[in-house]
């Protein structure tokens, strides 16, 4: 049984990756996160109540775990304190957040950066998030970033800070005709900022190998997902960071012999959301009752997300990434009241079959999917606790998508509470 386990997302997000961690997080003595920033949004619910998390982890709900943010996410303070004192309110302890002192501060500069090259783009916009995150990896990739460690020593903190707004106002008003952000204001919100958020600060890279010495069981908790990862994603329609098992080793300072197990979250439909190339969508009817079944609206954004049917294709190739052992699969009570579910085996190229997803975007939006067709199971699973008790028609689709995509099952989800989960074999 695995002692260190990660958790990515499959698709292109929103896969349901909150729950599915919020459930192994039960067994866990530490969650992690290693990538991304607040562009994620988890959905968690508990006791008919939801959690909406951007930055901490989903452990946070369970009192005795620590819950890390190592040195590859891009922190945003603002949101994180939001964060912890919506928590708070709600009567849930915050005092196991541990913070890498490595961790790169998202700034305000960084958030309009952001908006300002969207609106840039125009039509070939990406569908960014807003929240400052490309622009935060492209200053610590420029080596002009600010680290947590010097977010939290005043004198440094503001000596860094002078020089790079030096730079960023001399953009915002040469560039983009903008008004330059003042020095003394910023300086002061974000040292209010650092002072609350230093008693969180460690060096995590240590207190997680020391975690992992110790025999605890570690759980990396994925944002975004494999679709999304800056080299493996549709790109340029992708996120700055890598939701990749590998990105587990850069991101927390953790080796890869260490990971062992290492679980996909696949929804049992397909979406995403921004632009981008997405060959088994659905502009129609069935589309649209993915979207209002499904409730298929972004958790950070609100925006609508575009639907259509699982592509095994994708997932496949997630899993050769990141040397996927299990899948979680999720929502698939979604599927309850279909009359036939659509699953994509295989692309086809001007007539070819091919074993690849294609790198050029111009060449995956000619791909045509191969279909297999499954009859819905037409009746209501959310209260099934047994993978045995499941209709015969849901585990014709699960298997066969397990045979496709070389995964083994793991769990099976059918419904949001934590209690509306199948294990079909044990992780942790
Ligand atoms: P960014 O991460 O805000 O730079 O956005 C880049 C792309 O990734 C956009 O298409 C976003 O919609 C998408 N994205 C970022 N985070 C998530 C997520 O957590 N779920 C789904 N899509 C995301």
């Not at 960084?110 to 908006?115: A, G, I, P, T, Y």
């Not at 990406?126 to 490309?134: A, E, N, Q």
């Not at 062992?260 to 060959?279: H, N, S």
Request: aromatic share 8%; hydrophobic share 35%.
């Amino acid at each position: 049984m695995a002692k260190v386990a990660v958790i990515l997302g499959s698709l292109w997000g929103d896969e349901g990756k909150g729950k599915i961690v919020d459930h192994l997080a039960e067994q866990a003595d530490v969650i992690a996160r290693f990538g991304g920033g607040s562009n994620a949004g988890h959905t968690i619910s508990l006791n008919g109540e939801e959690y909406k998390l951007r930055l901490i982890p989903s452990g946070i709900l369970y009192s005795d775990k620590l819950c890390v943010i190592g040195n590859g996410v891009v922190l945003d303070p603002q949101c994180i304190i939001e964060e912890m004192d919506a928590l708070k309110a709600r009567g849930v302890d915050v005092s196991n957040i541990k913070i890498s002192n490595r961790a790169h501060v998202v700034l305000p500069y960084h958030k309009l950066f952001d908006n300002l090259s969207e609106e840039n783009r125009g039509a070939k916009k990406i569908g960014t998030t807003g929240r400052g995150i490309s622009p935060c990896y492209i200053d610590r990739d420029d080596r002009i970033g600010i680290r947590v460690c010097d977010f939290i020593d005043k004198e440094e903190f503001a000596a860094r800070l002078k020089d790079v707004l030096a730079q960023k106002n001399l953009i915002l008003e040469k560039i983009y005709n903008q008004a330059p952000l003042d020095y003394e204001k910023v300086l002061r919100e974000y040292e209010s900022y650092a002072e609350r958020l230093k008693p969180y600060v460690c060096d995590t890279i240590t207190l997680l190998n020391e975690q992992m010495d110790a025999g605890k069981k570690i759980l990396f908790e994925g944002a975004q997902a494999t679709m999304l990862d800056i080299d493996y994603g549709t790109y340029p329609y992708v996120t700055a960071s890598h939701p990749v098992s590998g990105g587990v080793c850069v991101g927390a300072g953790v080796a890869p012999k260490k990971i062992d197990a290492v679980v996909g979250v696949v929804k049992a439909y397909c979406t995403r959301v921004g632009e981008g190339p997405f060959p088994t969508e659905q502009l129609n009817e069935i589309g649209e009752k993915l979207r209002s079944v499904g409730h298929e609206y972004g958790t950070v954004t609100g925006r609508a997300r575009r639907t259509g049917w699982l592509d095994a294709c994708i997932v496949k190739y997630a899993g050769q990434i990141s040397g996927m052992d299990y899948m979680a699969v999720t929502r698939l009570d979604i599927l309850d009241s279909f009359e036939e579910i659509k699953l994509c085996v295989g692309y086809k190229l001007n007539g070819e079959i091919i074993n690849e997803v294609p790198a050029s975007l111009k060449t995956y939006a000619q791909v045509e999917p191969i279909y297999e067709s499954f009859s819905g199971w037409k009746s209501e699973i959310s209260g099934i606790r047994e993978y045995g008790k499941l209709p015969a028609n849901a585990k014709k689709y699960l298997e066969r998508l397990a045979e496709v995509t070389g995964i083994k099952l793991g769990i099976v989800s059918v419904g949001p509470n934590r209690d509306q989960t199948i294990v079909v074999e044990n992780i942790f």
